[in-house]
């Protein structure tokens, strides 16, 4: 049974086939469309989640992302939603939809999880109270970051993953590097305001097992549904924003294989 059997159809932005691989993106809020998919139905979970760590004060924090994260005046992104959270109700909020992503995740199904550092804590919580086995976290360098004389730059964010119970040693899987060095497409080459590089996603990807279904909950502008279409993956986007939705849309619709 297809994932789209499962749910409102009206939701279902695209679902284009390629050879044995489909690309599915649901535009909704990612908890809602989670509880109507199917148990046990993914092999990965591949996501990048809003941190809503951005802004030291409750006012800061509730600013749109496109005042918190975006500091040209010439580049214009859309905002996005879910970032406004403290962090308890951040935390919350995690474990909801992780406790979900675990339902609809076979057993063994591997979980990695973008996050920087001030949230990195939290997520760790949140992802063992989901009952998800936390494996460790690897390290994206930026490459680049804004310095600061007389501290350490930040220039890394983290890759929290584990696994839906126990992972074994001959799962038809590489052995990946613990630190992936990619820089960020350059603001003129993005669509939105935290895209992930490409080449990185493509990379990470790769923990799925070949001929797994891949679901990622906050797909963005749909870099990880464009990893996995490359890779060979079956991947299920959701995505809340429904002009980013349409971005990750034109993006597979302009893959070219």
């Not at 006012?59 to 959270?85: I, L, M, P």
Request: glycine share 8%.
């Amino acid at each position: 049974m297809e994932i789209t059997d499962f749910i409102n159809k009206e939701n279902i932005l695209v679902a284009e086939t390629h050879e044995t691989t489909e690309t599915t993106i649901i535009q909704g809020d990612a908890i809602e469309i989670l509880k109507q998919l199917p148990n046990e139905h993914f092999g990965g979970i591949i996501t990048d989640p809003p941190y809503s760590s951005g802004g030291l004060h409750i006012g800061n924090k509730q600013q749109s992302t496109g005042t918190k994260y975006t500091k040209s005046k010439v580049h214009k992104y859309a905002d996005f939603a879910g970032d406004a959270k403290d962090q308890r109700s951040w935390t919350s909020w995690t474990a909801e939809w992780l406790k979900e992503c675990h339902r609809v995740s076979k057993k063994g199904a591997v979980i990695c999880i973008f996050i920087d550092w001030r949230q990195l804590p939290s997520l760790t919580d949140a992802l063992q109270w989901a009952d998800w086995t936390w494996r460790g976290t690897a390290v994206w360098d930026k490459v680049t970051s804004r310095p600061q004389k007389g501290r350490f730059k930040q220039q890394s964010e983290f890759i929290v993953w584990g696994s839906k119970g126990s992972l074994p040693l001959d799962r038809n899987a590489p052995c990946l590097k613990g630190v992936f060095s990619q820089a960020m497409p350059a603001p003129t080459k993005r669509v939105h305001q935290v895209e992930k590089p490409l080449e990185l996603m493509r990379d990470i990807i790769k923990i799925v097992e070949p001929g797994e279904r891949i679901l990622d909950p906050f797909c963005g502008s749909g870099t990880t549904l464009v990893a996995g279409k490359l890779e060979g993956y079956e991947v299920t986007g959701i995505e809340v924003s429904e002009h980013y939705a349409e971005v990750a849309r034109r993006k597979l619709r302009e893959l070219v294989l």
